[in-house]
């Protein structure tokens, strides 16, 4: 059967609705297009436990703090579309703009605990605009579950956090990095690094495994972090923009190890930034 | 039947499954307890429209700018469970606060525009407060319409906001304020003044419908609000917090009449603060 592509909410909540009369559980994978494997295994996930699998696809423009960087995201529906059809997706929603914010917005959700440091310490309203989007889709959606990468660790946290306290009735579903086989984290912006810049990229991986294997040997975060740091340093075409040792549940530096940890970090190549973080 | 009293999350959503799975309509009416007729008539209206009838009952702490003020906050669940069965509610929801909240709230809903103004100006995060429980219950209880008076225009606004902007599929209904018969708005507040500041208190009322008959008859803005200010000036009992006339879809002040509008005002007589606010 065909992939269904739907553009308008009122299409969004029919699919639904039948979905749900026919005894269906609904899957949902949020993403802003731009599709690879990373959000391949999101989908295969979804469709392992659900009857019907949704994907959006939105590119949102407020959880940009550059307008520039919202112009030239990636866009190509038609592939994205081919894409989810060949994981076995039923539906995709690619809605414009003016479908989901027919007025600038007035209210928003936020968590500015947890949007505090890492990624949300260089980029004002971003994970306020992540997480008024997502919880936008789950309202229009309703679904019963909703995928996403650890890639983003700090939006996943802040998305579990919305679910908990907001007391949505949907189950997330962490799914793990996907990486290239030298380890690089897959990501649409890896397609924008030059040969030479691909081939240090892996180097942000290793760096966070050293600092991974150091907290196991006893060293204390402060430690674990620098000695990362520093091999991230004999790569001059390198730029750190964080590397920190993270609380998992609050995404807060710590000191001591005290419970589960990530380790995250975003670095510039060029003019490229990559982002990647790992559990211990 | 005896009305159904609810205490736990769990059994919140267990008769809400009982009742869509019977195909009945939820209303919602959600309330902060010290009933009277003004939360009457929302019942009532809620009767009128669904199948099962929910009023939650729940003092939140997190919407209370002073610590002072939430502990002295009516409180008084067996009288308002019987006026809920009086009037033909299905279930009470009244839950402690560590179920509403188990721990410190890290995620809010925020409507920051539309907070800026009027109660708003002097209550630092009581809407983001008032904001995050209500999208909390909406999801807990996840009703078809929910219940509110017009008496609290800015709250209703800003709930309205939220479930048009957030995409939540239910209906909000405004009821209008019910009045006592010189005029003075019903209040679980109005038990807190003395004889003489009562009977002072119908003089909202009047200079806010003043103001009105200004407007009906070619006045500005400014010349509304003027004399309904001069009015009120001349009960040296009265303490006026803000007077307005406000744009009723964004509870900003006006100087033309473009559409809309109400006239909102908040006063002080002694200890107690009243407010109030007529459309046009």
């Known amino acids: 059967m065909s992939i269904r592509l739907l553009k308008r909410l009122a299409e969004l909540r029919e699919a639904v609705r039948q979905a749900r009369q026919a005894g269906q559980r609904i899957g949902l994978v949020p993403t802003m297009g731009a599709l690879h494997a990373g959000h391949g295994i999101l989908i295969d996930r979804a469709r392992a436990e659900s009857g019907f699998v949704i994907v959006t696809i939105f590119v949102n423009p407020i959880q ?29 929603f690619a809605p414009d703009a003016a479908e989901v914010y027919p007025h600038p917005p007035r209210v928003f959700v936020e968590a500015p605990g947890l949007s505090e440091h890492l990624c ?98 006893g060293a204390v975060p402060a430690q674990a972090r620098q000695s990362a740091l520093d091999m991230l340093s004999r790569e001059p075409a390198i730029k750190v923009e964080y590397l920190e040792v993270v609380d998992a549940r609050s995404m807060t530096p710590v000191d001591q190890i005290r419970g589960p940890v990530r380790i995250a970090a975003a670095i510039w190549l060029g003019e490229t930034r990559l982002i990647d973080n790992i559990p211990t």
């Open 64 to 92: 940009f703090d550059r307008p520039s960087d919202f112009e030239r995201y990636t866009r190509n529906l038609p592939a994205d579309l081919a894409y989810c059809q060949q994981r076995g997706a039923d539906a995709v």
């Open 120 to 217: 949300g310490a260089n980029r004002p309203g971003h994970f306020r605009g992540v997480a008024t989007v997502v919880a936008k889709l789950f309202q229009m959606a309703q679904p019963d579950a909703a995928y996403f990468g650890e890639k983003d660790a700090q939006q996943l946290a802040i998305i579990q956090a919305m679910v908990e306290d907001l007391n949505m009735p949907i189950a997330i579903v962490p799914v793990p990095t996907v990486r290239d086989p030298d380890g690089l984290a897959i990501s649409s912006r890896n397609s924008r690094l030059t040969p030479q810049e691909r081939s240090k990229a892996p180097l942000l991986y290793r760096a966070l495994q050293s600092a991974a294997n150091g907290l196991a040997a």
